[in-house]
């Protein structure tokens, strides 16, 4: 009796393996940059504490990457954020102001504008301007062979590559966020006031937007700004040295913009469910 009732096991085992391999392949590729994703984050951090970690290659490759970064995207920030100013702020003041509950301006442009759009439109910016540039850049370099090249000469790609570009992404996504709010508000006050619907000054329409922001507010927001450029270029530059054999340019672009869009609203949605 026991061989009869081992073979069946055997059989039954055989038609149930096949199935559950490929729910685990595709669940360990799944959550395999996700992982990777938390693991370099936390190294990025801890290496770039470390004085001789900047040594002048890899400080040569920060400044450069900055200079794209903030330069490449400073015009698409400003056109972006007169947009949303010509649209958002001078909307809002106007119907507020209509309704008769002009002195709730101030709070309704910092949750909407500052806090929720803005780091949105600026880490949409960052993926289109730069994150697709360096993805392109390293990914190229690994299929080519250039970063095993690299390995067998000693020098480790995560400082030399993505240690400086993901600072870099970081200081470029809290410079420019800081830009698109303060171009998009004042726009929006350039338009009401012409229109006549704000008879303040400008002095006096900052400083009712920041005394509408609590103390969480000057800590939040620019932590937003500083998360979604970090999480960009180190998503970016992960997604340009995890490639596959049969990957190619034309695969990597729409995978590298899909996760980067997925991190911006990932960081904005933990941070508007916990603050």
């Not at 009869?4 to 685990?24: C, H, N, S, Y």
């Not at 240690?163 to 830009?179: K, S």
């Not at 400008?202 to 507010?217: G, P, Q």
């Not at 049969?246 to 904005?268: E, H, S």
């Amino acid at each position: 009796m026991p061989g009869p009732w081992r073979a069946r096991l055997a059989a039954l085992l055989g038609r149930v393996r096949p199935p559950l391999a490929a729910i685990g392949r595709l669940t360990r590729h799944q959550v395999r940059f996700a992982l990777v994703l938390v693991g370099a984050g936390w190294g990025v951090l801890r290496e770039t504490l470390r004085p001789y970690t900047w040594r002048r290659t890899v400080r040569q490759e920060f400044r450069l990457c900055l200079r794209q970064v903030v330069g490449g995207g400073f015009l698409s920030v400003l056109v972006t954020a007169t947009l949303a100013g010509l649209t958002v702020v001078s909307q809002a003041a106007y119907w507020l102001g209509f309704a008769g509950m002009a002195q709730m301006t101030g709070s309704i442009l910092v949750s909407v504008l500052v806090r929720e759009i803005a780091p949105v439109l600026v880490g949409v910016i960052l993926l289109g301007r730069s994150g697709m540039l360096s993805l392109t850049e390293i990914g190229m370099l690994t299929l080519g062979g250039q970063i095993r090249a690299m390995e067998a000469q000693g020098l480790d790609p995560f400082l030399l590559l993505v240690l400086p570009r993901t600072f870099a992404f970081t200081v470029g996504g809290f410079t420019l966020g800081i830009i698109f709010a303060t171009v998009s508000l004042l726009m929006g006050f350039i338009v009401t006031h012409t229109a006549g619907v704000i008879s303040t000054s400008v002095w006096t329409f900052f400083s009712n937007v920041l005394r509408a922001m609590s103390a969480w507010d000057f800590l939040i927001i620019p932590l937003k700004f500083v998360l979604v450029g970090y999480c960009i270029g180190l998503g970016s530059c992960l997604t340009g040295l995890l490639v596959d054999r049969d990957d190619t340019i034309a695969t990597l672009m729409p995978r590298g913009f899909a996760r980067g869009i997925l991190l911006v609203l990932g960081v904005n949605i933990v941070f508007s469910l916990g603050f």
